[in-house]
Structures are given as C-alpha cells and as structure tokens.
C-alpha cells in the first residue's frame, strides 16, 4: 500500500454493494479492508482491488474488536467507514412477526452499525478527515406493509446516523447516509429465504438500481472536499416514485 493511500474500511464487502463499493473506491485511490464472513468471496473481491480481506461478523463484539484491531495492526490507520452490512427476513405482518428475524435484523443492521462504528472512530478521528458512509434504505424513511421488521431496523439505523452527525460536530470526520430503493443484487433473495421466485418478482418488469449505481454514490461522497459534508441521498430508480409504487412495463 502506497504511504499516501487512504484507508476505506467496507463491511458486509463479500457481494453486492459491499463488493461494488469496495471497486469503486479502490479505483478512486484507496485502499480498501473489505470485512465480512464469506472469506471465500471476499477474497476474491480483494485480488480483485488490492484491498485486504479480513473476517467480519458484525453481529459479534469479539468479531469486531479483532478486525478493529487487525485493522490497526496492518495498516496503521483508518479514514473511511462504509457501513453496508444489513438486510432484511420476512415480509410477515406484525401480527405475525417472526420475532428470531425481527431481532436478527435488528442486529445486524442497527447493533452492527453501531459496532463497527464505536471500534473505528478513534482511528478516523485520529485521520483529521475521516468519513463514516452508512447504507441505509427507503425503508428508514417510509414504511409499508409487509416491512414492518425492516422499516423498524432502518428507521433505527437512520437515526443513529443522523444523532452521530450532530455528535461529531466540530470534530474532522463527515457523516453521511445512502437511503437506496429497488437495488437489484440478492437482497431479495436473502429476504424471500432462498426462494428465487418470489424474488424475481420483485424486479419484474422494472429497470432497478445496480450495486455498481450505489457504489458511484458512495465514491463521489467519498472525495468531495473535506469541508463538503453530503448528508443524506435518496437514491431511487426513474421506475420507482416510493417504497411501494413501482412503474411495471409488461414482461
């Protein structure tokens, strides 16, 4: 790693967003730690970059303490977090909550973001211009039926966010927030438990964002200058006007 490069730390890196934005900011200069569970995948994501795959579960303190610190240990620094590790389970109602998912997805969406985020601030602080970039959703800011669950746990990661940007106020490090809709990667697949049906039905004659689309906007926020702060982006495809209305071309 060239002594001048400036270190991203990406978490859920091993597909989707994650794995785009991990592309998209290694071709941008940095040097990317990619973080999450399948080393198999993020591996390749990282020959693929020249970026450094650690393991990450960020769901677990002792997990995300050893990444912080193997983070510290080998490259002596951190100056941008992308918090991207989340997802959804079920669309049941709240009457029919599956509450092991509710809390699964609390976890890994809200608990994880906070984690990560708690163990890398000394170091970003420590950079005089660190960034955290956290993906959030739609859902964080609209609910609907089907996503009580999910719009519980982005509404919750939001609000984090955004009590973190008044917190470091007056401190050198930006905070920002990407609340994309309809992306196509397997989000829905993880949603729907693995049935690839009712997940290609979600995208269904509609043209969808990419991962590649949300990671060109994690890149752009990520080297504006350093007393730019883009605080929120709503990121939508021209099919979808809100959460739950979505232009259908016949297929």
């Known amino acids: 790693m060239p002594s001048s490069a400036r270190v991203a730390v990406v978490t859920g890196a091993s597909s989707g967003i994650g794995a785009a934005s991990a592309r998209a900011l290694a071709a941008a200069g940095f040097h990317v730690v990619l973080g999450a569970r399948r080393m198999d995948r993020l591996e390749q994501v990282a020959a693929e970059t020249g970026g450094t795959a650690l393991p990450l579960d960020v769901t677990d303190d002792a997990s995300v303490a050893a990444f912080a610190a193997a983070v510290e240990e080998r490259l002596g620094r951190c100056d941008l977090l992308v918090n991207n590790a989340g997802g959804a389970l079920g669309t049941e109602s709240v ?72 917190e470091l106020l ?33 995208y269904a004659g509609v043209e969808p964002l990419t991962a590649e ?25 021209r099919d979808q006007a809100a959460a739950q209305v979505v232009h259908r071309r016949e297929v």
Do not use: C
């Not at 970003?124 to 660190?130: F, K, Q, R, Y």
């Not at 689309?213 to 495809?237: G, K, S, Y």
């Open 213 to 237: 689309d949300v990671a060109e906007t994690v890149a752009w926020i990520a080297t504006r200058p350093a007393h730019v702060n883009v605080d929120q982006v709503l990121l939508m495809p």
């Open 95 to 166: 009457a029919d909550a599956d509450l092991a998912d509710w809390q699964r997805m609390y976890d890994i969406n809200v608990l994880g973001t906070v984690r990560v985020t708690q163990a890398l601030l000394p170091s970003l602080i420590a950079s005089g211009d660190g960034q955290v970039i956290t993906i959030g959703s739609i859902a964080g800011r609209e609910p609907y039926k089907g996503g009580a669950g999910y719009n519980a746990a982005k509404h919750a990661e939001a609000a984090l966010t955004r009590v973190l940007r008044l």
């Open 170 to 202: 007056g401190q050198p490090v930006r905070v920002s927030e990407i609340d994309p809709g309809m992306v196509h990667t397997d989000f829905s697949l993880v949603r729907f438990k693995g049935d690839q049906e009712k997940a290609d039905a979600v």
